[in-house]
């Protein structure tokens, strides 16, 4: 110990040390103590190894993860389309679960000791009094309440096994967020309305559909005496929300990558977004579904009521907190910051995490507020960034995205085989996919209807094959499934959800190519070109949009970003001295542009009605190719792409086009780019 | 519940649902279940109180985060160079410790129980059996002793108090990682030599000064009846070693805006990055340090050999690992990924990471490992990253190192209150001040005067002196130091390592500036002028240093990276096949340059002779001005400044001069840019 590491490359040791060394002999031989820090010893050792055994455990993981990046890498590198990132980190899983599940046998530690204590209930907190020395123990969750069962439990299975909640407090929270970061779309705000319905109506009407079908079958396999536990229509219901989340990463995928038409992939991409939120909500404002005295889970209105309360509440509690959150980083940004990427991105990212913290602190959703903070900041902070933090922002959350996602699938093919409590029922599967395929069709096709009536810019049939086709379910679906998987029914529920995962991210994912060729639906679309053929701007123009439109394009943006038209220059003249104080010097630089590079919002009334009259002029109208070359090259590997710069472009094309359309001029159609 | 959510806007409430509202009334109405599952209600109830629990109290350190980057962003906007932003978020941590502790009284609740059970041992993982259920328990650690005591806590304040090993594990590990990342500085590898002796030989002797100091302390206290409890020589010794570890950000920062001498920077930046991995490795040996039987704390010369083997094999193991680790990610990315930059940063990352499970995996030290692997990756990957890539990676790690490194303080401010067993002994207070300052003297002063007899450019003894001052302890001594607080003595060494840090951070690193012109160090030094006159490049290019570095240069580089002459060149014409497939088509296009981007290692023959020439002509040679402008323009918020840029712009610069030199021709010196 009084020795001197070795110097790695030509130092001279000095003599210091040796001496050092020898003065140390005498010291501690003179120190003799007493021996009670060995009983230390034992739980130190203990404590190192179980961490050495998480570090393997959270290796098999990154590594499983890095073979993705490399396998979608030579799928990248072969333009190999069929499978989707996440459909390969699903395969690597259940290859890792099947080796860990029949190749590794590690012997049973004995270090799980059963107290058989008379405590009557089981506190978050533990203090153990082991031979007059107190240790501190923390509530992992219930096991399985078979003893037998749980003796014969794969030590090591149990170890791979995450605490279900790390889903939603650490993997889910990036993914939203990013989802609503990238949300800042032209056409998504063009069929809001649509997107809205499909979102809210669609997922009740789907959550309901399928509760229902599955009572049905729930109560026919009770009859035949296939079901080994209880199983309540809350229970029904309850499997309705979660698996009515849909997350078609690999479809939108696809369709960016071949043009795809911009309404389909918006309608697509803003309802699977909005529909996570409503399907989180909606599930547990089920499971509060709580009638009082003995008699739970019959009828009972106030019970209903209650629900019905809560899935308000915390619906619109997490928005509000979701948008003030963003708005405070906009106004942050607005008025600090600026110059340093470093505190920006800092802040950025800080400020979003604590929107999800203080969303569950006050007892509301934290990932639904995360996903309106993250729309507010693309809507207001994002603008307010120096270019350099837009960079960062967009790339930190992509990464995490991008982290984050494949690590829940390559989790989720691993718990196919690790998982230790599944209930495979035949039946139940059965009935789960009839109760999936009727419940995404009587959310698509009824409301397609319905929304036509009201749009200019009709939903296709073959567009609505297309969503219906499209419905795959991903993470939040599992997150959900797995977030309780106490009770029999829970348990199986998630083996079935498990199910469905795999099979529509690798069929329906799989399928995507094929499904577009069969629907004729045109790739290699230019946006511009969908975008003014197809007039869809009408319905969703209504006064209430248009009205919030202009107060966000004359207070709201002046106020929270660099952009929009000054105060002064919105707000009446009494309110001056306040207008001239809260305005960006910046803002009256853009005074003469009547577009901000955020009409994207909603169309104003000039830009409608010129679309109008440029579409009775041309049906080809096409605007920048440049801007669909660079959206192919950016070659998006996460959710959602970023076209904060194509949006600008975009915007600044079509007034150029639209007013080439009121000219009567004919834009031309470069052959070339269409091939 | 049956009823659907109102839409925020303009969207017509379908008939559907109403009709799905009647039928659910009457189906619920039918399904009667058992009531058994409400017992499940107060558990989950439980949890759920915990878990929003722990976001406010995330949150509070969130938001501390957030005042901290705001007052940051006005100092800098302000030019207010006195408080460093991690002394800022110190402050601001003491601050919320006062009001927790002080301010707020939360009712003790009596969640905690105490089961005194017959268990002899505190096994890793707890099964609880209430009343014929199964919980299951994770083991946290050993409390305090006193029971009495225990009942008086603060319930809030020990819920504010983290795990220590997330520091360890979560907090550290990017720390240590962009240190390693930025270290790829031109002239860290001209001073290596007086930084592995200051870092190794340095760290070794402040720790055994420091120990044998406080042993003198710690006897004479016990004589006078100070010390209530034990404190041996190994206490002493481990004191020793966490408070050697130096973590100068705050003088670097302050270095790096003023242009302070370069060679000065990078003994400093060395030292420190490098002697966190010393003092890490040292301080598990000194633990380890067991003689065996009852007689422990005393010499035994087996043991001795024992913690010195465990010295060495856990540094080169940890040092072997991590550079595997990054060679093999230089591999990667070298032969695939290009164009790819989210795959690219994601694999970067996950390698970097995986790295750290690694090392703990295997039982080595999963920081140090970390970096070295950072320092790899930056030598080899680094050069293989597409220049997206680059940034990403860059930024990243920025973006981490800031936010770790500034909770970390902040939560060193918290924990002077909201720390339950303080023993804060005004004699050991006293005697670490005057062990560390001894220590850190013992450490400068000789091996600076035995570094002398070898270097031709003097290590001044005005730059001593700053040294000596910039013996700032920061995160790695607060994590070791938090590490363990079972003992007495290690609660002691808690109290005063944090006394010793908030001195160290406020008084030396806010006295920078003043010390700076007492010491008449110049500031606003052109690294290329003090990098041709002080020619230190002799001693570093001893045979050793100089093979390693053709190695480098002319296998690993072309093996590893896009740089570097192509192996064809440099292996014999036998391995012609094997060289031709292992070259990157790149390489043969950088045939022609001799330096690359990374002859900043070392400089080989030429480049020292040309030197040399240029030395004996003039004094004030001058390279690019607008190199100096880039670096103070960056403004680094984190620990180490990024200039790759800057560094392949020196080396280019340097190059010109060099040719100059030789040519005999005085550069000229701009008088503007020196005002």
């Known amino acids: 110990m009084g020795t001197t590491p070795r110097p790695l490359v030509g130092v001279k040791p000095s003599n210091s040390l040796l001496l050092l060394a020898f003065l140390l002999t005498f010291v501690l031989v003179g120190s003799r103590g007493e021996s009670n820090a060995m009983d230390n010893v034992a739980t130190e050792r203990m404590a190192e190894e179980s961490h050495r055994q998480d570090s393997a455990n959270l290796l098999i993981f990154i590594m499983l993860l890095t073979l993705t990046i490399l396998t979608i890498w030579l799928f990248k590198h072969r333009r190999f389309r069929f499978l989707h990132e996440t459909g390969l980190a699903m395969i690597y899983g259940l290859l890792v679960g099947v080796i860990l599940r029949f190749g590794v046998h590690v012997p049973q530690s004995m270090s799980d000791l059963v107290l058989s204590c008379a405590v009557n209930a089981s506190p978050a907190t533990l203090l153990v009094n082991v ?29 791979v096994t995450f605490d279900p909640e790390v889903f939603f407090n650490i993997l889910l929270p990036p993914i939203i967020f990013h989802a609503g970061y990238s949300l800042k779309r032209r056409h998504f705000f063009r069929n809001i309305g649509s997107i ?148 920006e991105t800092a802040l950025f990212f800080l400020m979003s995490w604590s929107t999800f913290l203080l969303a569950e602190a006050c007892g509301f959703t934290g990932v639904v507020a995360v996903l309106f903070c993250g729309i507010t900041q693309a809507h207001y902070t994002y603008n307010n960034l120096s270019p350099e933090s837009q960079d960062r922002t967009k790339q930190l959350f992509e990464l995490l995205n991008f982290l984050a996602e494949n690590f829940i699938f390559s989790y989720m093919g691993l718990t196919l085989f690790s998982f230790q409590s599944h209930v495979f029922n035949p039946m139940f599967i059965i009935g789960a996919f009839v109760a999936v395929f009727l419940g995404r069709a009587a959310n698509i096709y009824p409301l397609s209807f319905l929304l036509n009536l009201g749009r200019k810019n009709k939903i296709r049939s073959n567009f609505q094959h297309v969503m219906m086709f499209a419905g795959l379910r991903g993470a939040m679906t599992f997150a959900l499934s797995i977030r309780d998987t106490a009770t029999y029914a829970r348990q199986m529920m998630f083996s079935t959800t498990l199910l469905i995962v795999f099979f529509t991210v690798w069929i329906c994912g799989g399928g995507t190519m094929p499904m577009l060729s069969f629907m004729s639906i045109p790739v290699g679309v230019d946006s511009d070109q969908e975008n003014l053929t197809n007039t869809n701007t ?54 003469g542009q009547l577009h901000d590079d955020d009409s994207d919002f909603i169309l104003n009334d000039a830009s409608v009605s010129s679309m109008f009259a440029d579409v009775t002029v041309s049906t080809d109208a096409s605007g920048s190719h440049t801007v669909n070359r660079k959206r192919s090259s950016t070659a998006s590997t996460g959710g959602g792409p970023w076209d904060e710069g194509l949006d600008h472009e975009l915007a600044q094309a079509e007034n150029e086009v639209a007013i080439r359309g009121t000219r009567l001029v004919l834009p031309m159609d470069d052959p070339v780019e269409h091939a």
């Open 131 to 159: 031979s007059g020395r107190f240790y501190e123990y923390t509530l992992k969750g219930e096991v399985s309440r078979s003893k037998g069962h749980q003796v014969q439990d794969d030590e090591m299975l149990r170890k």
């Open 196 to 343: 809205l319905a499909y979102a809210f109506m669609g997922t009740v009407i789907s959550c309901f559909v399928i509760g229902l079908i599955m009572y049905g079958f729930v109560s026919f396999m009770k009859v035949v005496g296939q079901l080994a536990g209880d199983f309540y229509f809350t229970d029904c219901l309850f499997f309705g929300a979660i698996v009515s989340a849909t997350d078609p990463v690999t479809v939108l995928a696809i369709f960016n990558e071949l043009k795809v038409d911009v309404d389909l992939y918006a309608l697509l991409f803003g309802e699977s977004v909005l529909n996570d939120a409503v399907a989180i909500v909606l599930s547990s404002s089920i499971v509060a579904y709580q009638p009082a005295g003995d008699n739970s889970h019959s009828f009972e209105a106030m019970a209903m009521l209650k629900s019905f309360g809560i899935f308000l509440g915390v619906f619109s509690g997490s928005f509000a907190l979701g948008v003030a959150t963003g708005v405070m980083t906009a106004l942050i940004s607005f008025h600090m910051l600026r110059d340093f990427p470093l505190l």
């Open 538 to 591: 009408k319905h969703e123009s209504a006064w209430p949009f248009r009205m919030w439109y202009n107060f966000d394009h004359n207070y709201l943006k002046p106020l929270l970003t660099h952009s929009g038209p000054p105060l002064t220059a919105t707000l009446p003249a009494c309110c001056g001295p306040l207008a001239r104080c809260l305005t960006s010097p910046q803002a009256y630089e853009n005074e």
